[in-house]
């Protein structure tokens, strides 16, 4: 059994960061790509950024590149997610979750079986 817990969320103007945690428990996170996906009010929950288990490859999203940096440090069992330059249009929850389908591309939804319960991020213009 995984859980993950999102943190770090909050209020912030246009321009500012935040950096986000997604601490996890469980033996198969280390073993695990991590990812990142955001949901905006009456919109679809969309990818945002991934890990692999080492921390040797990352993704994003074409909206979020440049801007943001997705990390982990396995021996804490955390990911972060750290968001520069934040825009009006970044403000959604923050979900983390561990992949488990590797047949399935690490920004599909369905790759992904854990889920935390969410952070809130809102950008003010």
């Given at each position: ?55 040797g ?30 825009k ?26 854990y ?11």
């Amino acid at each position: 059994q995984v859980q993950l817990v999102e943190s770090g969320g909050g209020l912030v103007q246009a321009g500012g960061s935040l950096r986000l945690s997604c601490a996890a428990s469980g033996r198969t996170f280390s073993s695990n790509t991590i990812g990142w996906f955001r949901q905006a009010p009456g919109k679809e929950r969309e990818f945002v950024a991934a890990i692999n288990w080492s921390g040797g490859r990352t993704y994003y999203a074409d909206s979020v590149k440049d801007r943001f940096i997705i990390s982990r440090d396995n021996a804490k069992n955390t990911v972060y997610l750290q968001m520069h330059i934040l825009k009006p249009e970044d403000t959604a929850d923050y979900y983390c979750a561990q992949q488990r389908d590797y047949r399935l591309t690490y920004y599909s939804k369905a790759a992904y079986d854990y889920w935390g319960q969410g952070t809130q991020v809102t950008v003010s213009s």
